[in-house]
């Protein structure tokens, strides 16, 4: 029974740190797979495989390599002399990311709430350091919190596009689009984008756990959780009519149908958001501690610094220049990573 607890809690983790702004808003969906119609479900399935498969075989071989940091896991992706421009580039994509949710967060208050947002910012600092102080468990308590609700309200909204009238003729219709054809590398990019990013928190995680049975049932409940997430948001989404049209097309929703719910709703984007800083800051502070002789403490609240520096740049050039980039790179990482020889039995 402990073992199962530690392999939710695995799993409540890997989510928390895969979701974020653009997946708590569903503009993020939208673009990798709603705009696509049915097809979009077809491409989720294979996007859910790969984390679920590369997400477990991440971490049990995080324990084999003793990597208590991203970067060792990149020495064995890459090799020794790619993996230091690899680690370089991580660390400075990673301090981008988030500073881009903390100008998300930010925009929670202003937008939805009418409170500053530097008041959203400095709040968010403030629970940042919090849980950084508590540590691991801080991090397993936040996402054993915030997944399952963002899970059962994904599902409560779900609900009202299943029982629409003309649902089925909707869920299996494919639109004409232009470049119709770049369906086939969504859940690729999409994936290779979210599992790059996830490594700086799955690895250190792993080694920390360091039992490779908890890990790998971690990866599979968390890949199998982010795949029916992404499911029903794709079904909520596709009943909105031209969809691709609002930059949050899940608020939209919300407002429209469940209106009482709506407070509520935005305090989970929040904890979306909060999942992947307090996660992604976790993981650059364990890297970090190998080069700064320093007390986690301080480190954290350097990184914490940097970050709220770069989410005073405006939240969308940070997304449109940050996003494709690493998307490139990241889809290298998956493909090194598939064919290395090592296979993890789901079995055992």
Not at 43 to 60: D, W
Not at 187 to 208: C, D, H, R
Request: hydrophobic fraction near 55%.
């Amino acid at each position: 029974m402990k073992k199962w607890v530690g392999a939710c809690q695995i799993a409540a983790v890997y989510v928390g740190t895969v979701i974020g702004a653009g997946f708590a808003t569903g503009r993020e969906i939208v673009v990798f797979f709603t705009k696509y119609g049915f097809i979009g479900i077809l491409s989720i399935l294979m996007a859910g495989y790969l984390f679920i498969v590369l997400g477990s075989k991440i971490m049990v071989k995080a324990i084999d390599l003793k990597a208590h940091s991203y970067e060792i896991f990149n020495q064995y992706v890459f090799g020794k002399s790619i993996a230091k421009l690899m680690n370089i580039f991580m660390l400075f994509m990673l301090l981008g990311v988030c500073g881009v949710m903390f100008s998300g967060a930010g925009s929670v208050f202003e937008d939805h709430l009418g409170i500053d947002k530097n008041i959203g910012i400095f709040l968010t600092i403030g629970l940042t350091i919090l849980i950084m102080i508590i540590g691991t468990k801080g991090v397993f308590a936040v996402n054993s919190f915030v997944v399952p609700m963002m899970v059962l309200f994904n599902f409560i909204i779900m609900t009202q596009s299943l029982v629409a009238p003309n649902f089925a003729d909707t869920f299996f219709h494919i639109p004409e689009i232009d470049n119709g054809w770049k369906f086939f590398f969504s859940p690729f990019s999409y994936a290779a984008l979210n599992l790059t990013l996830a490594q700086a928190v799955l690895v250190p995680i792993a080694y920390e756990v360091n039992d490779k049975e908890i890990v790998k049932w971690g990866g599979v409940i968390g890949g199998v959780l982010l795949t029916l997430i992404l499911i029903s948001s794709h079904i909520t989404l596709i009943m909105l009519p031209n969809v691709t049209e609002y930059d949050i097309p899940m608020a939209i929703i919300v407002q429209n149908m469940f209106s009482s719910i709506y407070f509520i709703y935005v305090a989970i984007i929040y904890g979306e958001i909060f999942t992947s800083i307090i996660g992604n800051i976790y993981g650059l502070g364990k890297q970090l501690r190998r080069y700064l002789s320093l007390k986690m403490f301080w480190i954290y609240i350097m990184i914490i610094a940097v970050v709220t520096l770069i989410s005073k740049i405006n939240y969308g050039t940070l997304l449109s220049f940050l996003y494709p980039l690493f998307g490139y790179i990241s889809l290298l990482f998956i493909i090194l990573l598939w064919l290395k020889k090592d296979k993890i039995d789901l079995k055992k």
